[in-house]
């Protein structure tokens, strides 16, 4: 398959990825378990955002220089696209999160450490779930067209349930660990696996780390597909992924407050699949500007979220007691 990624750049890759979790782990556990603030999360937001950034930065200067600029300006704005669509379809994980977190009504102190650790998994699983479709994309091309079928499809149906929280109660995971493990009932801190009456049991924390991993491995089912509409190469795909996930945690505290105030961000985000997905299907007939693709995607999201501060949603109706 062909990559613009060369032992170096990979291991440059790898490097900062591993420095940035380490020292998020450091930070985490100097702080020890705490309610994150909406300062924090914001400081934090940014940081991630930033290193993204820099490492655009940075594979545009040594890529500048060592391929014809208008190359060199391609393969950075792909990344930055990459990273924007990846950055918008997982916010709709965050919501998700959110209810997980309430349906095990995990303390506010343990929700940090759940996170950290269910996203460097997801991070896994989707790394591999990239290099198999890179390798499928390679020998066959017309699988782009399934992926772009596949994300008009997915985009249409979650236009129309925009708004219906999932039950966690029909999870497929969820439901083989309550079948397959044994669990405790309550949480005992940060541990994720106790000892009662002599027996190993996981407690409800190691659930839900499991639950965030595999959630957001459902949702890269219909995001990375979108990321090779933009990009093919594998180096491009699994880097903008990357980064686009690593803020998840900190993205999750800042937007977890607000989560019924953006009402209609899963309309908008449905609605970037069904572009993706077209943009796919016609990619051979005519191929899309990276920067209209980039526009284009901003202003579904961007004009979501407006409308969702503009049209707020309706409450529903208390009545008075004894009536009904």
């Known amino acids: 398959m062909h990559t613009i990624g060369t032992p170096l750049m990979w291991t440059v890759f790898t490097v900062l990825i591993l420095v940035a979790l380490a020292v998020d782990f450091l930070v985490l556990q100097r702080n020890g378990a705490h309610r994150v603030s909406t300062r924090e999360a914001l400081l934090w937001s940014i940081a991630w955002i930033a290193l993204a950034l820099l490492f655009n930065l940075g594979l545009w200067w040594y890529l500048h220089e060592t391929l014809p600029a208008p190359d060199a300006h391609r393969i950075a704005m792909e990344f930055f696209t990459g990273y924007l669509v990846e950055k918008a379809l997982a916010v709709d994980n965050i919501f998700v999160f959110l209810m997980i977190f309430g349906y095990f009504a995990v303390p506010a102190e343990q929700q940090q450490r759940a996170l950290i650790i269910g996203i460097i998994g997801a991070i896994v699983l989707r790394g591999i779930l990239i290099l198999i479709g890179a390798a499928l994309i390679a020998q066959f091309h017309w699988i782009l067209y399934v992926f772009g079928v596949f994300l008009l499809l997915t985009g249409a149906k979650m236009l129309f349930s925009a708004g219906d929280p999932p039950d966690l109660n029909d999870n497929p995971a969820l439901k083989w660990m309550r079948r397959h493990l044994r669990l405790t009932d309550r949480f005992h801190g940060n541990a994720l696996r106790v000892t009662e009456n002599g027996v190993r049991r996981f407690t409800p924390l190691f659930v839900v780390m499991a639950l965030i991993a595999v959630t957001d491995v459902i949702f890269a089912v219909d995001s990375i597909p979108a990321i090779f509409a933009i990009t093919t190469d594998p180096f491009i795909v699994l880097t903008s992924n990357v980064f686009a996930v690593l803020g998840l945690r900190a993205l999750y505290f800042l937007l977890a407050g607000m989560a019924e105030k953006f009402h209609l961000l899963g309309h908008g ?46 409450e529903a109706p208390v009545q008075p007691p004894g009536v009904g």
């Open 269 to 314: 985000l449905a609605l970037v699949l069904i572009f993706i997905g077209s943009k796919m299907l016609i990619m051979d007939v005519y191929k899309i500007p990276i920067g209209i693709a980039l526009g284009v995607v901003a202003a579904l999201v961007g004009g979501a979220m407006l409308l969702s501060v503009l049209r707020p949603k309706k």
